[in-house]
């Protein structure tokens, strides 16, 4: 409970500080310190330390796998907030309120990674959705800020009703909400032979695909992405991503029977297209932003394979690892795209000449997007892939074939930014480049390094 409490504390604190003060410097570093603490309090959870006590009455259920994936996604935020801190602060004139938004969306992620029961899975999913909503239109007098925010929202809505009505139909199958029983119930004599209960968990599998982005329910991605501040784009397309496909493992890990055939025709279907829609469309692009939008889809294709695989030890061991190099490598991508002054790859023409150290940190993080060796990116995939092969042996080898080949494809649109910064002549303009900025880079890009050659170094942390 500490991560759920401390992390709704925190958002009240930083609307109070909004009231106190109207330096964004200082309401920036309350907000730092405050996440430090929210990081304290989980760790202590993680290891046995001081916890709250309080009934959950069965809603909720903590294990050290929730810890250490709430660790990551809060140390990730952590980053976040050193590296475009400054950036939250030019959106607009709200600063304490967009982090006290972030807060509240850190809340509803600790409520998705431990909840036990379906009506506390929508509950965390609304807490960490409706904040988007506001921080997408965060930019008032941006017509694609507004469209963005009223796309997401009216899509957002569509998706939750999705949701509700699966859950309704679980219910009516079970005459339960608790996780564990679901399972045994739908597949039990009573109702073996109804479609209800295996047709509730398709709605809720169908919501949860488009929560993370994937096909066919990913076409909100690149036009709310685009549309929204680049620094919060830079928040939704990791952290919160990352949130959804922890509730995604949780609510399949043991319920993917209860799909029957249908899920070894859906899975393999959902991940090709997301794939395909995601790295072939992105190679298309020339705006480096909207290129990241789809880029985050074809992520998302990887991820799935770890929800396909049923949850094995690979599996777990995998998506911590893909949560942290994709959120550290794309936070940090972002970081520096926001302080580009033009956004096209043109716009990346010369950098490595005029910006020799941010040239080489973004390459390490398209790198390890990419999934070259030597970056945390590499063992990201391998895990997922690995997770695949362990659950399906070699009747799921061409899937991961298919995979290989996409994300090959994806070397090219990474590689494309690359090029620019040290193949092409140009006067890239960077803005805002402080010592500050360079060392939160030089500590994701020795994150990403350090991970890629030991992701030891990660993993040990989780067996601790």
Same mark, same amino acid.
């Given at each position: 409970?500490?991560?759920?409490?401390?992390?709704?504390?925190?958002?009240?604190?930083?609307?109070?500080?909004?009231?106190?003060?109207?330096?964004?410097?200082?309401?920036?570093?309350?907000?730092?310190?405050?996440?430090?603490?929210?990081?304290?309090?989980?760790?202590?959870?993680?290891?046995?330390?001081?916890?709250?006590?309080?009934?959950?009455?069965?809603?909720?259920?903590?294990?050290?796998?929730?810890?250490?994936?709430?660790?990551?996604?809060?140390?990730?935020?952590?980053?976040?907030?050193?590296?475009?801190?400054?950036?939250?602060?030019?959106?607009?004139?709200?600063?304490?309120?967009?982090?006290?938004?972030?807060?509240?969306?850190?809340?509803?992620?600790?409520?998705?990674?431990?909840?036990?029961?379906?009506?506390?899975?929508?509950?965390?999913?609304?807490?960490?959705?409706?904040?988007?909503?506001?921080?997408?239109?965060?930019?008032?007098?941006?017509?694609?800020?507004?469209?963005?925010?009223?796309?997401?929202?009216?899509?957002?809505?569509?998706?939750?009703?999705?949701?509700?009505?699966?859950?309704?139909?679980?219910?009516?199958?079970?005459?339960?909400?608790?996780?564990?029983?679901?399972?045994?119930?739908?597949?039990?004599?009573?109702?073996?032979?109804?479609?209800?209960?295996?047709?509730?968990?398709?709605?809720?599998?169908?919501?949860?695909?488009?929560?993370?982005?994937?096909?066919?329910?990913?076409?909100?991605t690149p036009d709310v992405y685009d549309g929204a501040p680049s620094?919060?784009?830079?928040?939704? !397309?990791? *952290?919160?991503?990352? $949130? +959804? &496909? /922890? @509730?995604?493992?949780?609510?399949?890990?043991?319920?993917?029977?209860?799909?029957?055939?249908?899920?070894?025709?859906?899975?393999?279907?959902?991940?090709?297209?997301?794939?395909?829609?995601?790295?072939?469309?992105?190679?298309?692009?020339?705006?480096?932003?909207?290129?990241?939008?789809?880029?985050?889809?074809?992520?998302?294709?990887?991820m799935l394979f770890v929800v396909y695989a049923n949850n094995n030890?690979?599996?777990?061991?995998?998506?911590?690892?893909?949560?942290?190099?994709?959120?550290?490598?794309?936070?940090?991508?972002?970081?520096?795209?926001?302080?580009?002054?033009?956004?096209?790859?043109?716009?990346?023409?010369?950098?490595?000449?005029?910006?020799?150290?941010?040239?080489?940190?973004?390459?390490?993080?398209?790198?390890?997007? !990419?999934? *070259?060796?030597?970056? $945390? +990116? &590499? /063992? @990201?995939?391998?895990?997922?892939?690995?997770?695949?092969?362990?659950?399906?042996?070699?009747?799921?080898?061409?899937?991961?074939?298919?995979?290989?080949?996409?994300?090959?494809?994806?070397?090219?649109?990474?590689?494309?930014?690359?090029?620019?910064?040290?193949?092409?002549?140009?006067?890239?303009?960077?803005?805002?480049?402080?010592?500050?900025?360079?060392?939160?880079?030089?500590?994701?890009?020795?994150?990403?390094?350090?991970?890629?050659?030991?992701?030891?170094?990660?993993?040990?942390?989780?067996?601790?």
């Amino acid at each position: 409970m500490n991560a759920i409490i401390f992390s709704a504390l925190a958002g009240v604190v930083m609307m109070f500080s909004g009231i106190f003060t109207k330096n964004t410097s200082i309401i920036t570093n309350v907000a730092r310190v405050a996440l430090a603490v929210l990081i304290a309090v989980n760790l202590l959870d993680t290891y046995g330390g001081w916890m709250i006590a309080v009934d959950t009455k069965n809603l909720l259920s903590f294990n050290k796998f929730g810890f250490f994936f709430n660790t990551i996604l809060f140390v990730a935020t952590f980053l976040f907030f050193v590296l475009s801190g400054r950036d939250i602060e030019k959106v607009g004139s709200y600063t304490a309120e967009y982090y006290a938004l972030i807060f509240f969306s850190l809340c509803g992620i600790a409520v998705l990674t431990s909840f036990n029961n379906l009506l506390m899975m929508f509950l965390g999913v609304e807490i960490m959705s409706i904040p988007l909503y506001i921080l997408t239109g965060a930019d008032k007098k941006n017509l694609k800020s507004n469209e963005a925010s009223l796309k997401y929202f009216l899509m957002g809505s569509f998706s939750t009703g999705i949701m509700l009505m699966g859950i309704t139909l679980v219910y009516g199958a079970t005459g339960n909400f608790n996780l564990p029983p679901i399972s045994s119930a739908v597949t039990g004599a009573v109702v073996s032979d109804s479609i209800i209960g295996p047709l509730g968990l398709l709605l809720i599998f169908v919501s949860l695909c488009f929560k993370v982005s994937a096909a066919p329910f990913h076409f909100w991605t690149p036009d709310v992405y685009d549309g929204a501040p680049s620094v919060f784009t830079s928040f939704m !397309a990791t *952290i919160i991503k990352a $949130a +959804g &496909f /922890f @509730a995604f493992i949780k609510l399949f890990e043991e319920r993917s029977s209860d799909l029957r055939v249908s899920w070894k025709i859906i899975m393999p279907v959902i991940i090709i297209a997301t794939l395909l829609a995601g790295n072939i469309t992105a190679v298309f692009q020339q705006s480096v932003k909207r290129m990241l939008a789809y880029s985050s889809i074809a992520q998302a294709g990887f991820m799935l394979f770890v929800v396909y695989a049923n949850n094995n030890s690979i599996g777990k061991e995998g998506i911590l690892l893909y949560a942290a190099a994709y959120s550290l490598a794309t936070i940090g991508i972002f970081a520096i795209l926001i302080r580009m002054k033009d956004y096209t790859f043109n716009g990346y023409n010369g950098l490595a000449k005029k910006e020799p150290f941010i040239a080489a940190v973004n390459t390490i993080l398209l790198l390890s997007l !990419a999934g *070259i060796p030597l970056t $945390a +990116g &590499f /063992f @990201a995939k391998y895990y997922m892939l690995a997770a695949a092969i362990n659950a399906g042996g070699k009747s799921v080898l061409w899937l991961v074939v298919i995979a290989v080949l996409f994300a090959a494809v994806s070397v090219y649109y990474y590689f494309r930014v690359i090029q620019a910064m040290y193949f092409k002549e140009g006067d890239a303009e960077v803005e805002n480049v402080n010592n500050r900025f360079k060392f939160g880079l030089l500590i994701i890009a020795a994150l990403i390094i350090s991970i890629g050659i030991l992701p030891s170094v990660l993993l040990n942390w989780f067996y601790f």
